[in-house]
């Protein structure tokens, strides 16, 4: 019997816990990374761990680990894992080593980020793909998933290597749904992502910052604009919580004590949890704003008309460097407006 063989492209925290459930699954995993993590992975093996008590931990001398795509590889899968901001680097080093065809899942946030494959590196396979959860890497090596959801990909269940994926990924407890057409999913994803920037801004982590009603207005605020474009603009937004969209927005404006009764699910979330934009902001990288409310902003240019909130949140994300400050719950509000 062949193994099925995955690259991970990108392993950051995405990378590494998908990367490390596959091979705890039984499949042969290669990771492609940068010093930084490639080193703790050598120095300490890799180690993934979840919210319900699930914590898997693979020798350092079991991991495949490279500086660059090995030539030859040939995966059955890559799953794409680099900020959006990386993709198209990324992509013309997999053209450069993958057989053309070969199937190529973008695990990113954002909605553009397949097509941005597609566009630098034309002769690969590409599907967009959504992570519903949150990964924290805790130390080196160590990778854990915060939250819950299942996983989506675009394609259909006849295809061997997405079928085997979803088995490995079902065997570890994690749920792998495929879509004939992602779209509305990845619209779903990027509403909610729009309080990445409020949490990366509020410098809390996730459940102390959703805890904090001005915070939740905030996050409302945005979706709210954004919904309001995607209904214009005629365009299907999946439902990712336990809520319907918009009723997610009423129960995000309660008084704190009504949101954490009716929103008990939605908290269940590990203490230390932060976005993934928060980490950029404390790493000093390039964030994903553009790839977030830079895309509301687009499609509000596409329907003629503006996307103020979500043009304000763009601004005060890229003029982090400049303040380094996290902002109090009052004063994020009145810096968009809506106090
Ligand atoms: N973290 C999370 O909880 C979640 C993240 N996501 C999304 O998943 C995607 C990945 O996020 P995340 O895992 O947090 O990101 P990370 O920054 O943790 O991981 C990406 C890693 O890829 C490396 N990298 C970039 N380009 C290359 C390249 N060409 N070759 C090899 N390595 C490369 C980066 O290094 P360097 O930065 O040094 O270039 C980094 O170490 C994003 O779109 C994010 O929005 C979605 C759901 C949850
Ligand atoms: C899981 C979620 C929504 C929040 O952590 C995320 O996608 C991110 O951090 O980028």
Redesign the pocket.
């Known amino acids: 019997m062949t193994t099925t063989r995955i690259l991970i492209m990108g392993a950051g925290s995405v990378g590494c816990y998908l990367g490390g459930v596959l091979a705890a699954a039984g499949l042969e995993v290669h990771f492609v990374g940068r010093p930084r993590v490639l080193g703790g992975l050598r120095q300490q093996g890799l180690t993934v761990s979840d919210l319900d008590g699930r914590q898997t931990a693979l020798p350092a001398a079991a991991l495949h680990l490279h500086g660059t795509v090995p030539a030859a590889l040939q995966p059955a899968v890559t799953l794409l894992s680099v900020k959006s901001g990386a993709t198209a680097e990324a992509a013309r080093e997999l053209a450069a080593a993958l057989p053309p065809g070969s199937l190529v899942v973008s695990m990113q946030?954002g909605i553009g980020n397949a097509e941005r494959g597609r566009v630098a590196a034309p002769g690969l396979d590409w599907r967009p793909g959504m992570?519903?959860?949150?990964?924290a890497e805790l130390a080196p090596g160590r990778f854990h998933r915060?939250?819950g959801g299942a996983l989506a990909a675009q394609g259909n269940g006849d295809e061997p290597a997405l079928r085997a994926l979803q088995q490995a990924f079902e065997s570890l407890g994690l749920k792998l749904k495929l879509h004939a057409d992602l779209a509305a999913v990845q619209w779903g994803?990027l509403v909610?992502?729009l309080?990445?920037p409020v949490?990366a801004l509020s410098g809390r982590p996730?459940r102390a910052e959703l805890l904090e009603r001005g915070y939740r207005r905030c996050w409302a605020a945005l979706q709210a604009e954004a919904l309001d474009l995607l209904e214009a603009g005629g365009i299907a937004v999946a439902q990712m919580t336990a809520l319907p969209p918009r009723k997610l927005l009423r129960v995000l404006r309660l008084p704190s004590p009504l949101f954490r009764l009716i929103a008990a699910k939605m908290l269940k979330i590990d203490d230390k949890?932060?976005?993934?934009?928060?980490d950029d902001l404390a790493l000093g990288r390039v964030t994903?704003i553009d790839a977030l409310s830079g895309e509301v902003v687009r499609l509000a240019q596409r329907l003629g008309r503006r996307a103020p909130l979500n043009e304000k949140m763009l601004g005060l994300v890229q003029a982090w460097p400049q303040r380094p400050q996290p902002y109090g719950p009052r004063e994020l509000e009145r810096a968009l407006g809506i106090r």
């Open positions: 946030n992570v519903p959860f949150n990964i915060g939250t994803k909610i992502n309080n990445n949490n996730l949890a932060r976005s993934s934009m928060a994903e």
